[in-house]
């Protein structure tokens, strides 16, 4: 194998494009520890063609490795939103670490918990959520550059405080979940909402009729503000949603990310020279 790479490296600099396709095609093959490797010799390479074919390679490894990761976790029993946010951050930044982040979502839920008694009713819950979330942490959506790629990066919108409405609304479901409160994401195309319940959500995302369990809404984009389906009814028509759609139903994990997913390609999209990027993250989000 050792062999075989080597020789793959030397027809970096050939100029004829067959020749690079042929690289190219192989090298995706191989594990994603080779990208260390060509990252090595990027920084070492003065050859502006070298250093370009080097980033294309590495973008297509990364890519199908994210690939097989998701659908490794879609494939699973018991699929956990915040593995799946993870696994989408781990594309831009190979290199980060599980327990980092999880100790930022902790120390989130701390704070929230350390304010909360056994006599709260539901509202005030979430009232006390929203303050440390919103008022404490500063979460807000960054409206100025709303579709910046690195909105949709859960350890960046962890780091920055500063999001868009998809990446916001996970990171409000997984602090409230992990405080135990019967909250699902609901989803809304240019602004999810979450929704609390008042049953077992698995019955819910299971196809029950939802709308007579659902207490209230939680409207991420707006600091948290607490709505009820007539507000949710008219967001509806203002997205251009028939009335028949079940709006009050919670959607499952897998729906979930497979919208962040559609998110990041979006950004790249927008950002003109990642179409490519943009056109594997949409192949990704169809397994989904």
Not at 70 to 92: M, P
Request: hydrophobic content about 40%.
């Amino acid at each position: 194998m050792n062999d075989k790479l080597d020789s793959l490296i030397t027809l970096l600099d050939d100029p004829d494009e067959s020749v690079f396709s042929y690289v190219l095609d192989e090298m995706v093959k191989l594990d994603i520890s080779l990208v260390e490797r060509l990252e090595h010799i990027w920084e070492t390479s003065f050859d502006e063609l070298v250093q370009k074919r080097i980033e294309h390679i590495i973008q297509k490894i990364q890519l199908n490795d994210t690939r097989e990761k998701i659908k490794n976790w879609s494939n699973q029993k018991k699929i956990d939103l915040f593995e799946g946010a993870f696994l989408i951050a781990r594309y831009q930044y190979p290199e980060l670490k599980l327990k980092p982040i999880q100790a930022q979502l902790e120390n989130i839920k701390k704070e929230v918990w350390l304010e909360f008694r056994s006599s709260l009713t539901s509202l005030e819950k979430i009232t006390i959520l929203n303050h440390i979330f919103y008022d404490h942490y500063k979460f807000k959506i960054e409206r100025n550059d709303e579709d910046s790629p690195q909105h949709c990066f859960i350890n960046r919108v962890l780091d920055t405080h500063r999001g868009n409405p998809v990446s916001i609304a996970i990171l409000y479901t997984l602090v409230a979940r992990s405080l135990n409160l019967p909250v699902q994401y609901i989803d809304f195309d240019k602004n999810p909402l979450v929704g609390y319940f008042d049953q077992d959500l698995a019955q819910l995302v299971q196809g029950e009729d939802c709308e007579h369990h659902v207490l209230f809404f939680v409207n991420p984009s707006n600091k948290g503000a607490i709505i009820g389906l007539k507000e949710v009814a008219y967001i509806q028509r203002t997205e251009g949603l028939s009335e028949v759609e079940k709006f009050t139903k919670p959607c499952t994990d897998k729906v979930i990310i497979k919208r962040l997913i559609e998110k990041l390609a979006y950004a790249y999209s927008q950002e003109g020279n990642n179409n490519e990027k943009a056109f594997y993250l949409n192949e990704i989000a169809g397994l989904l």
